[in-house]
């Protein structure tokens, strides 16, 4: 049955009316009690009341605009708490291959790529796949080998043509064609920089492959250094882009602990001061990995960031940047994360990972920073980067008290009971991703045998220590719907096993605090979004069925039919079509 929408004609006093009702729904408040509803009444952008139908319908008055959900599902907005929805943006303006069956699918969309651009110019595409989908090529392709130059070249010969790599896999395959190793000045003597793997022929000629071991990956900085680097207003574009993709999943609040370097810092700030940001966004500032080495440069980052973004961050309800990211190991899903115990790495042998830094001299970073009042966010995945990190954060606690500051940890996909202790007594915040498991849970087994794999991002061990662990997507795949999905399913995406322990199993309920109010909390926004309740604002996500109660393996097929933020519609299929947009509302 259609949706219905109607208006009342009680009039308990026009001025104190709602502006909208959405009525006769499933809603799910993520409340201290985990209560649910039927209609929540909006007024000036923020929730009026929540409730039985026959009580919220009474508020109505003659301009009020009720919608009848006829028993949709209705859920606060997602918040994200690690998206990269800039760089999610940046990947949907990039060409991609949607087919990737044969080499002459592959050619046909570089050719017709081609066909759009002036002669000469760069042609730079998506990876051929990403994780876990990488890890099933090049068998999948028909002739069950990777494109070679020669390949790109029968495609596209008045272009240089440059396949990326994918970010975290290893080796991750990048693919040239001539044109473009010529112009890069690749051949038979080219030396690569450290963890790059030039492919050759039996004549020692390069064929086109490029492998890579690193993260982030170096290729295109080391080799590919003309390549044409996105500007403001291509940012701009990837931010918009990012923000419409989000909405349309249901996501109306994120955190991006990793660090937003200048450039897509300048985007937000402009779609922010245009008013024209869809999602609420709350970012921190990017330490460079190079500045550990330049102590010069770091401490002006911290003067600097100090004069804005000290304490809680600067901003608004819709945009609010503080503190500083930082990362300290590298990441589990090419095999690279500091481990407590040695491991098989990506090129075969033995080690514990790496680390970017030592512990003495990040501890010297980290207590400036404590010093200049500055929340700290730390990416570290590994057990013995956790270990780390924590210890450091509690010798700084004793100089500097770090209750309230809600300092971060993010992805942490090997904490120990002790770790989460240690969360707990200093106020600390983890956020991590399930889809880790979905994406990389083959090599987890690989790397880390399938104790440790299955007891990898424990939610329930977290929840269970008394810490509002918080969920995220990595921006892969973005979709919160899949990944509270993936919080209960566990599974590797390869393979399809399901990687987990009973002890780890999730409610639903938890699933779904742990995607909205627990997300609310790391953004300092705790007070206004993340939940269905009285005087927040009306954030939510109107979905085509139930994720609480379906099946579990029907989770994923359920669609986000709406997105309201403030009570105004950034992604809708129709609900509130004669709702004047949220654009018009904030100009």
Same mark, same amino acid.
């Given at each position: 049955?259609?949706?219905?929408?109607?208006?009342?004609?009680?009039?308990?006093?026009? %001025?104190? #009316?709602?502006?909208?009702?959405?009525? @006769? $729904?499933?809603?799910?408040?993520?409340?201290?009690?985990?209560?649910?509803?039927?209609?929540?009444? *909006?007024?000036?952008?923020?929730?009026?009341?929540?409730?039985?139908?026959?009580?919220?319908?009474?508020?109505?008055?003659?301009?009020?605009?009720?919608?009848?959900?006829?028993?949709?599902?209705?859920?606060?907005?997602?918040?994200?708490?690690?998206?990269?929805?800039?760089?999610?943006?940046?990947?949907?303006?990039?060409?991609?291959?949607?087919?990737?069956?044969?080499?002459?699918?592959?050619?046909?969309?570089?050719?017709? &790529?081609?066909?759009?651009?002036?002669?000469?110019?760069?042609?730079?595409?998506?990876? *051929?796949?990403?994780?876990?989908?990488?890890?099933?090529?090049?068998?999948? *392709?028909?002739?069950?080998?990777?494109?070679?130059?020669?390949?790109?070249?029968?495609?596209?010969?008045?272009?240089?043509?440059?396949?990326?790599?994918?970010?975290?896999?290893?080796?991750?395959?990048?693919?040239?064609?001539?044109?473009?190793?010529?112009? #890069?000045?690749?051949?038979?003597? =080219?030396?690569?920089?450290?963890?790059?793997?030039?492919?050759?022929?039996?004549?020692?000629?390069?064929?086109?492959?490029?492998?890579?071991?690193?993260?982030?990956?170096?290729?295109?900085?080391?080799?590919?250094?003309?390549?044409?680097?996105?500007?403001?207003?291509?940012?701009?574009?990837?931010?918009?882009?990012?923000?419409?993709?989000?909405?349309?999943?249901?996501?109306?609040?994120?955190?991006?602990?990793?660090?937003?370097?200048?450039?897509?810092? $300048?985007?937000?700030?402009?779609?922010?001061?245009?008013?024209?940001?869809?999602?609420?966004?709350?970012?921190?500032?990017?330490?460079?990995?190079?500045?550990?080495?330049?102590?010069?440069?770091?401490? %002006?980052?911290?003067?600097?960031?100090?004069?804005?973004?000290?304490?809680?961050?600067?901003?608004?309800?819709?945009?609010?940047?503080?503190?500083?990211?930082?990362?300290?190991?590298? #990441?589990? %899903?090419?095999?690279?994360?500091?481990?407590?115990?040695?491991?098989?790495?990506?090129?075969?042998?033995?080690?514990?990972?790496?680390?970017?830094?030592?512990?003495?001299? +990040?501890?010297?970073?980290?207590?400036?920073?404590?010093?200049?009042?500055?929340?700290? @966010?730390?990416?570290?995945?590994?057990?013995?980067?956790?270990?780390?990190?924590?210890?450091?954060?509690?010798?700084? !606690?004793?100089?500097?008290?770090? $209750?309230?500051?809600?300092?971060?940890?993010?992805?942490? @996909?090997?904490?120990?009971?002790?770790?989460?202790? #240690?969360?707990?007594?200093?106020?600390?915040?983890?956020?991590? =991703?399930?889809?880790?498991?979905?994406?990389?849970?083959?090599?987890?087994?690989?790397? +880390?045998?399938?104790?440790?794999? &299955?007891?990898?991002?424990?939610?329930?061990?977290?929840? !269970?220590?008394?810490?509002?662990?918080?969920?995220?997507?990595?921006?892969?795949?973005?979709?919160?719907?899949? =990944?509270?999905?993936?919080?209960?399913?566990?599974?590797?995406?390869?393979?399809?096993?399901?990687?987990?322990?009973?002890?780890?199993?999730? =409610?639903?309920?938890?699933?779904?605090?742990?995607?909205?109010?627990?997300?609310?909390? /790391?953004?300092?926004? &705790?007070?206004?979004?993340?939940?269905?309740?009285?005087?927040?604002?009306?954030?939510?996500?109107?979905?085509? @069925?139930? /994720?609480?109660?379906?099946? &579990?393996?029907?989770?994923?097929?359920?669609?986000?039919? %709406?997105?309201?933020?403030?009570?105004?519609?950034?992604?809708?299929?129709?609900?509130?079509?004669?709702?004047?947009?949220?654009?018009?509302?904030?100009?």
């Amino acid at each position: 049955m259609a949706p219905r929408r109607r208006s009342h004609a009680a009039l308990p006093g026009e %001025a104190l #009316a709602p502006d909208l009702i959405i009525d @006769q $729904a499933t809603i799910y408040t993520v409340d201290r009690e985990n209560s649910t509803a039927e209609a929540v009444a *909006i007024r000036d952008g923020r929730i009026a009341a929540v409730g039985a139908s026959s009580d919220v319908r009474r508020l109505a008055g003659p301009r009020t605009h009720v919608v009848d959900l006829c028993g949709l599902t209705v859920v606060p907005g997602f918040v994200d708490g690690h998206p990269h929805m800039d760089g999610v943006g940046m990947r949907l303006l990039r060409p991609s291959f949607p087919d990737t069956s044969s080499l002459s699918a592959i050619q046909g969309r570089v050719k017709e &790529e081609a066909a759009r651009r002036a002669p000469g110019e760069w042609l730079v595409f998506n990876p *051929i796949a990403d994780a876990p989908d990488a890890f099933a090529l090049p068998g999948r *392709i028909l002739e069950a080998r990777w494109p070679t130059r020669v390949d790109l070249d029968a495609a596209a010969p008045g272009h240089p043509v440059l396949i990326r790599a994918p970010m975290m896999v290893a080796p991750g395959v990048a693919i040239a064609n001539s044109s473009a190793l010529e112009r #890069a000045g690749i051949g038979r003597n =080219t030396r690569p920089p450290d963890g790059v793997e030039i492919d050759v022929d039996t004549h020692g000629e390069p064929t086109g492959l490029i492998w890579e071991f690193n993260f982030p990956p170096v290729i295109e900085r080391a080799l590919f250094p003309m390549l044409p680097r996105p500007d403001h207003a291509d940012w701009v574009r990837a931010v918009r882009a990012g923000a419409r993709a989000f909405n349309e999943v249901g996501v109306t609040a994120i955190y991006e602990g990793h660090g937003l370097p200048a450039e897509p810092q $300048a985007a937000y700030l402009d779609l922010w001061a245009q008013r024209a940001l869809t999602v609420r966004t709350y970012f921190v500032i990017s330490y460079p990995v190079a500045y550990y080495r330049d102590s010069r440069a770091g401490d %002006a980052l911290i003067r600097e960031t100090a004069r804005y973004a000290a304490g809680p961050g600067f901003g608004d309800d819709l945009l609010k940047l503080g503190g500083l990211g930082f990362s300290f190991d590298s #990441a589990t %899903a090419i095999g690279a994360s500091r481990m407590r115990e040695p491991y098989v790495g990506p090129r075969g042998y033995s080690w514990t990972g790496v680390q970017h830094v030592t512990d003495e001299d +990040f501890e010297t970073i980290v207590r400036k920073a404590a010093r200049a009042g500055l929340r700290v @966010q730390v990416q570290c995945a590994g057990g013995r980067a956790i270990d780390s990190v924590l210890a450091i954060y509690e010798r700084i !606690d004793r100089e500097t008290p770090l $209750a309230g500051r809600r300092w971060v940890i993010e992805h942490c @996909q090997f904490p120990s009971r002790y770790n989460m202790d #240690a969360c707990r007594r200093l106020g600390v915040i983890p956020t991590t =991703t399930t889809n880790f498991l979905w994406c990389y849970g083959s090599i987890y087994l690989r790397s +880390f045998g399938r104790a440790l794999a &299955e007891d990898a991002i424990p939610l329930r061990a977290w929840l !269970d220590a008394g810490l509002d662990v918080v969920q995220s997507t990595d921006g892969h795949p973005y979709s919160p719907i899949f =990944t509270f999905w993936q919080s209960l399913a566990r599974r590797d995406g390869f393979t399809g096993e399901r990687l987990t322990t009973p002890h780890q199993a999730l =409610t639903r309920e938890q699933a779904l605090r742990a995607y909205t109010i627990h997300g609310a909390r /790391i953004t300092f926004w &705790e007070d206004d979004i993340g939940s269905i309740e009285v005087g927040k604002l009306a954030d939510l996500a109107i979905l085509s @069925q139930d /994720i609480m109660h379906v099946p &579990e393996d029907r989770i994923p097929d359920t669609k986000v039919l %709406a997105t309201l933020l403030a009570g105004r519609a950034v992604h809708d299929t129709g609900l509130f079509a004669s709702q004047e947009p949220y654009w018009t509302t904030r100009s």
